[in-house]
């Protein structure tokens, strides 16, 4: 057939084995027989959807060029015949469900902060994308913890200081921006909204704030930066995959691109147990293609993040560094560092960085939030010169849903926040609006706190205006966080199927 051929459904219907699998994607039919070992996420995925459309399943988890990067010309079958329908097929009970949903959100105006963001998401995202992005690892402490320990660190405001004028404004990596906050990486992220990815890009260029790409975007590289304004800095957040000459090919594109800094998440050697998302059973049995013995190659638990990461490189090592900085003149930060001797070992490797976090809590859980991290690490650093240091920057990202906590941040030490699933839930929620107006929300509240707590500038900050004696303490002295206590769904145990009893 060729590539302008006219495939009949039921044509394609017909290949729904092992042996021959053709599925429909975008309208486009295309044969993944050969593909479908090579496929990261294991051979089931696809076989589910084999002589069928898997267009709802593809778009959300996988760039649109995917397909078109990875199989030969003569595997584009052709275009699939007009089904009358197809509409009836692409309605859902669900869609319908999540527009009538999205139909009675509160209007924009009533969001009055990030955590707002948050319960809406909460109600409008299929569960399967609410299990994946708001699941963390094991018991889930140190999610809970991320935020909790911002609640342990109280303000020591200075008083009567001119603050008519307050600016909040900085440069991250050499690069300005309008608040000291960076959108941080998170995956799929058309699993929230249609647009994915591209709606922080445009929020992001429209209110000079900078955006980190991550590699597990739902919208692919260049859709990205396609999106992004002249000259708007963008970073790169980077797993390393298993064959390097993948990741070099990646990273100088990025750099030819204009992307200004490389972000090597290095707390990732396998991803952690997200119990939400597995027990969504991402790869299900019911309508499954029948796999010959021996090709389980995947467990049907898994859930949505180890089925799309297989590729990641646990091999990764200190060594490896000089090797980044020898295919990349972009700054080098490492994403993930949760202890000083670390620190110092990655100061001592000649990166430009660090970000102190465990991963929104999704890798090892009871790993310190990045913030209990910062007082140590920014003391180890101290030994090293002159501080704060204009040649080695430390971020801190997870649990931040208020100006107020980046300001405790920045009081002790860091030079910029990361936040993510704050501007994740806002686009789910309202799309690119969303973005904006979780931008807007910040703005006003820096605004506010900066004037209360007698800090014109960002320059105004130190550890003299923060009370930090309690971070440490892990025994609950601060108050209940109600807000966020309220999005936050407790971990629920097996169940057992009530119609069989």
């Known amino acids: 057939m060729g590539a302008a051929s006219l495939v009949p459904r039921q044509v394609v219907a017909q290949h729904a084995n092992r042996e021959s699998c053709w599925i429909i994607v975008h309208n486009k039919v295309y044969d ?10 294991g051979s089931k995925i696809i076989l589910r959807y084999a002589g069928k459309d898997a267009t709802a399943a593809y778009e959300p988890i ?10 030969s010309p003569e595997k584009h079958l052709g275009i699939v015949e007009p089904s009358e329908d197809f509409e009836d097929v692409v309605k859902t009970a669900e869609d319908r469900k999540r527009q009538l949903l999205l139909d009675s959100r509160p209007p924009l105006d009533e969001i009055l902060n990030l955590h707002d963001f948050e319960a809406v998401a909460k109600k409008v995202l299929p569960d399967k994308a609410w299990a994946y ?67 922080l ?8 704030i900078i955006q980190m ?13 396609d999106a992004a304004t002249p000259g708007q800095p963008l970073f ?12 070099k090919k990646y990273v100088q594109h990025a750099e030819k691109r204009g992307v200004s800094g490389l972000f090597i998440t290095v707390d990732a050697p396998q991803l952690g147990r ?42 990764l090592a200190w060594d490896d560094i000089p090797w980044f900085r020898s295919i ?46 910062l007082v140590g690490i920014v003391a180890a650093l101290k030994t090293r010169g002159p501080w704060p240091n204009p040649r080695f920057s430390v971020f801190i990202d997870g649990g931040v849903r208020r100006a107020s906590d980046v300001l405790k941040a920045l009081a002790l030490g860091a030079s910029a926040v990361g936040i993510g699933r704050g501007f994740l839930y806002a686009f789910s929620s309202y799309g690119q609006p969303g973005v904006e107006r979780a931008i807007e929300i910040l703005r006003d509240e820096f605004e506010m706190n900066m004037r209360l707590l007698g800090a014109r500038t960002l320059s105004d900050l130190g550890p003299e205006m923060v009370d930090a004696s309690a971070l440490h303490t892990h025994a609950g002295l601060a108050p209940r966080d109600n807000l966020y206590e309220a999005t936050y769904e407790p971990l629920r145990l097996a169940r057992f199927n009530e119609s069989k009893l």
Not at 32 to 41: A, K, N, S, V
């Open 133 to 199: 992005y708001s699941s963390a690892s094991d018991d889930e402490i140190a999610i809970r913890e991320n935020r909790a320990a911002y609640q342990r660190v109280w303000f020591m405001p200075r008083i009567l200081r001119n603050v008519t004028s307050v600016d909040w404004s900085t440069t991250i990596l050499g690069h300005k921006s309008s608040l000291p906050v960076y959108i941080s990486a998170t995956a799929l992220g058309k699993l929230g909204h249609p647009d994915g990815e591209l709606n």
């Open 62 to 71: 996988h760039p649109p060029d995917m397909i078109s990067s990875n199989l």
């Open 201 to 208: 890009t445009r929020a992001a260029a429209k209110h000079g």
């Open 236 to 247: 790169l957040q980077l797993y390393v995959n298993r064959d390097r000459e993948v990741t």
């Open 213 to 225: 790409i991550p590699t597990l975007a739902s919208c692919s590289f260049d859709e990205i930066l």
């Open 32 to 41: 993944i027989t050969d593909f479908l070992d090579e496929h990261p996420g």
């Open 274 to 315: 997200r119990e939400k998302d597995m027990r969504m059973k991402f790869v299900e049995d019911d309508g499954c293609a029948k796999v010959q013995d021996g090709q389980d190659d995947i467990k049907k638990d898994q859930g949505i993040a180890r089925a799309i990461s297989s590729f990641i490189d646990p091999s």
């Open 328 to 373: 990349t003149k972009m700054p080098i930060i490492l994403k993930g560092v949760a202890s000083p001797q670390d620190a110092l070992l990655a100061y001592d490797a000649g990166v430009q960085g660090i970000v102190l976090s465990n991963h929104g809590g999704r890798q090892l859980d009871s790993a310190r939030s990045g913030l209990e991290n």
